[in-house]
């Protein structure tokens, strides 16, 4: 770790921002030192500050867990490496596979529409809308190089609210790129913009849950990678992590190898009575149930018992026209404006990193740290829930951007109405502002008052 360790109120107040929206005590905030070379995970929204400060109430919720009074070490190298994992990942050598070739942005009729096809039923949807054939020995089929292509045409002829209408509703995922403009007036856009980043309940007046001195035991039921993120993290932290796979539908191996850290890994059916019935065993031992499931699609599953604490992730949050809708980073990315603040004219852009999954997954794990230290004190089965589109909000609305025209007010004197900046020199009993605005050049006598 290098030595440039410095407390900076100024890049901690995505930390102090977070921190609140977990119910954090601010008088822990000062343990946190930053450090590192600047200039990393560049954009212009500030990914930086959100992949800083989600780390930084991981570690403070950790240390409070812990009972521990050391600084918490939020190194910006080490911030920002991290939120590449699955870029940087290599097994004996091989670059890492991320995204399949149909997964990416497409040229619509009047816009931009971006798919994800990472998993043969999504890929399947994708063809199947679009009335293409997939595989060299399907009759009509495109050539294997030439699928490409052939999806490319056959979305141009398309608008892009039709592509994503159509292949949603096919059970595929494409996302229609749309402005900050357009979504904060798109009907689940006001819906992730009325509710908190993090979404913390008590739900019943259970006893605290005796451990007896033994780690938590998280029982993981989340993929693709917020989700992973935070139980990699809670595993880093001393947690007991079992994952539960489906058996038929594997996540990609090279994700799956680089979110597996610390982890213990089964596979298990849920439409299996057998392997619900081992489900429901180990989550009656179990101290959190973490999941990354659609709101509501784990309900028929009754996967729940008093003193449980459970982490619930979505992609677009539990209400709205959407809230049943899968979807991963790059898709939110697009539907919430963020890809076209970040692109140009000619062609949308991309974070960094997949900034929206890994910021949401550490503060996912700092939710569940701070309910079971909650939970510890005052008992009660604990909820919290986060969503990857709520975490867009954050980076693009409540984030310390530079906006001027918050530091601006307005003034009436001898020269009109003015706009101007506010002083800088602020503090308690301090002025507010000057107490008297600015006159005409030479009009006042000589004289002191």
């Given at each position: 770790?290098?030595?440039?360790m410095r407390?900076?109120?100024?890049?901690?107040?995505?930390?102090?921002?977070?921190?609140?929206?977990?119910?954090?005590?601010?008088?822990?905030?000062?343990?946190?030192?930053?450090?590192?070379?600047?200039?990393?995970?560049?954009?212009?929204?500030?990914?930086?500050?959100?992949?800083?400060?989600?780390v930084?109430?991981?570690?403070?919720?950790?240390?409070?867990?812990?009972?521990?009074?050391g600084?918490?070490?939020?190194?910006?190298?080490?911030?920002?490496?991290?939120?590449?994992?699955?870029r940087?990942?290599?097994?004996?050598?091989?670059?890492?596979?991320?995204f399949?070739?149909l997964?990416?942005?497409?040229r619509?009729?009047?816009?931009?529409?971006?798919?994800?096809?990472?998993?043969?039923?999504?890929?399947?949807?994708?063809?199947?809308?679009?009335?293409?054939?997939?595989?060299?020995?399907?009759?009509?089929?495109?050539?294997?190089?030439?699928?490409?292509?052939?999806?490319?045409?056959?979305?141009?002829?398309?608008?892009?609210?039709?592509?994503?209408?159509?292949?949603?509703?096919?059970?595929?995922l494409?996302?229609?790129?749309?402005?900050?403009?357009?979504?904060?007036?798109?009907?689940?856009?006001r819906?992730?913009a009325?509710?908190?980043?993090?979404?913390?309940e008590?739900?019943?007046?259970?006893?605290?849950?005796?451990?007896?001195?033994?780690?938590?035991?998280?029982?993981?039921?989340?993929?693709?990678?917020?989700?992973?993120?935070?139980?990699?993290?809670?595993?880093?932290?001393?947690?007991?992590?079992?994952?539960?796979?489906?058996p038929?539908?594997?996540?990609?191996?090279?994700?799956h190898?680089?979110?597996?850290?610390?982890?213990?890994?089964?596979?298990?059916?849920?439409?299996?009575?057998?392997?619900?019935?081992?489900?429901?065993?180990l989550?009656?031992e179990?101290?959190?149930l973490?999941?990354?499931?659609?709101?509501?699609?784990?309900?028929?599953?009754?996967?729940?018992?008093?003193?449980?604490v459970?982490?619930?992730?979505?992609?677009?949050?539990?209400?709205?026209?959407?809230?049943?809708?899968?979807?991963?980073d790059?898709?939110?990315?697009?539907?919430?404006?963020i890809?076209?603040?970040e692109?140009?004219?000619?062609?949308p852009?991309?974070?960094?990193?997949?900034?929206?999954?890994?910021?949401?997954?550490?503060?996912?794990?700092?939710a569940?740290?701070?309910?079971?230290t909650?939970?510890?004190?005052?008992g009660?089965?604990?909820?919290?829930?986060?969503?990857?589109?709520?975490?867009?909000?954050?980076?693009?609305?409540?984030?310390?951007?530079?906006?001027?025209?918050?530091?601006?007010?307005?003034?009436?004197?001898?020269?009109?109405?003015?706009?101007?900046?506010?002083?800088?020199?602020?503090?308690?009993?301090?002025?507010?502002?000057?107490?008297?605005?600015?006159?005409v050049?030479?009009?006042?006598?000589?004289?002191?008052?």
């Amino acid at each position: 770790m290098d030595t440039d360790m410095r407390t900076d109120t100024g890049i901690g107040t995505g930390t102090e921002l977070l921190w609140s929206a977990l119910g954090g005590d601010p008088a822990l905030l000062g343990r946190v030192v930053y450090g590192g070379p600047s200039g990393l995970l560049g954009a212009r929204l500030p990914v930086m500050d959100l992949a800083r400060a989600s780390v930084a109430v991981a570690g403070l919720a950790a240390v409070e867990r812990a009972g521990l009074s050391g600084p918490v070490r939020v190194h910006d190298g080490a911030v920002a490496t991290a939120f590449t994992s699955e870029r940087r990942l290599r097994v004996d050598g091989r670059a890492p596979e991320v995204f399949a070739p149909l997964s990416r942005f497409w040229r619509a009729r009047d816009g931009w529409v971006r798919t994800h096809a990472n998993y043969p039923h999504h890929r399947a949807a994708l063809l199947a809308v679009l009335g293409l054939k997939d595989g060299a020995d399907a009759e009509g089929a495109a050539p294997g190089g030439a699928l490409p292509d052939a999806v490319a045409a056959a979305i141009a002829e398309r608008t892009a609210v039709e592509t994503e209408t159509a292949v949603y509703g096919a059970g595929g995922l494409a996302v229609a790129l749309r402005t900050p403009e357009e979504w904060a007036a798109h009907p689940q856009g006001r819906e992730v913009a009325a509710h908190p980043l993090v979404v913390r309940e008590r739900l019943d007046e259970a006893p605290p849950r005796r451990r007896d001195g033994r780690p938590p035991r998280v029982l993981d039921l989340t993929r693709v990678i917020a989700g992973p993120v935070a139980t990699r993290t809670l595993a880093l932290l001393g947690a007991d992590v079992l994952r539960i796979d489906p058996p038929g539908n594997p996540e990609l191996p090279d994700q799956h190898a680089d979110m597996a850290f610390g982890k213990r890994t089964a596979a298990l059916d849920l439409e299996r009575p057998s392997d619900r019935r081992t489900v429901r065993e180990l989550l009656d031992e179990a101290d959190v149930l973490v999941t990354g499931y659609r709101p509501g699609a784990l309900d028929r599953f009754e996967l729940t018992r008093p003193g449980l604490v459970v982490a619930r992730l979505s992609a677009w949050g539990d209400d709205g026209p959407w809230a049943e809708r899968r979807g991963f980073d790059s898709l939110v990315q697009v539907a919430t404006g963020i890809a076209a603040v970040e692109g140009s004219a000619e062609r949308p852009g991309t974070l960094p990193a997949q900034a929206l999954d890994h910021g949401t997954g550490y503060l996912l794990a700092a939710a569940v740290l701070r309910a079971l230290t909650e939970q510890d004190r005052d008992g009660g089965t604990r909820l919290v829930r986060l969503a990857l589109a709520r975490t867009g909000h954050f980076l693009t609305h409540s984030l310390a951007r530079y906006e001027p025209e918050r530091h601006l007010t307005e003034a009436d004197g001898p020269l009109g109405r003015l706009l101007h900046a506010r002083p800088p020199v602020t503090y308690d009993g301090g002025p507010a502002g000057w107490s008297r605005p600015p006159g005409v050049a030479g009009a006042d006598a000589p004289v002191w008052l």
